[in-house]
């Protein structure tokens, strides 16, 4: 695990939880993962706007912070699958209920409630 998971500064547990899944691209990189294994290529192509060496960032800490798992298969190129760990599953209420959010927020914008 990293360290910077435990090196919060205010005691909150909600730092502590964007420490392992906030940011612009490791929610959406778990929220491609609930369905099952997806391999890194296709990643790629659901969160398009994220550099190859970003996604590989991200997925390395997520993998360092025991939520995701990388499977390697010994071929030629290289195969390798991410999938959420038994404790990443934990994150799945919480990514849905960002997602509930998110839609709720986008109709309140719409309807011009936002100003």
Request: glycine content about 8%; overall charge positive.
């Amino acid at each position: 695990m990293r360290s910077k998971r435990w090196d919060n500064k205010s005691g909150c547990a909600v730092e502590v939880t964007l420490s392992v899944m906030g940011g612009v691209w490791k929610p959406i990189i778990l929220f491609h993962l609930i369905k099952g294994r997806r391999r890194f290529m296709e990643l790629t192509r659901r969160v398009p706007n994220a550099t190859q060496s970003m996604l590989t960032s991200q997925l390395r800490e997520l993998e360092a912070d025991g939520v995701v798992i990388r499977h390697v298969y010994p071929e030629v190129p290289p195969k390798v699958e991410y999938e959420l760990s038994e404790f990443g599953h934990t994150l799945v209420p919480v990514l849905l209920a960002m997602r509930e959010w998110g839609e709720t927020y986008r109709g309140y914008q719409r309807e011009g409630s936002g100003s």
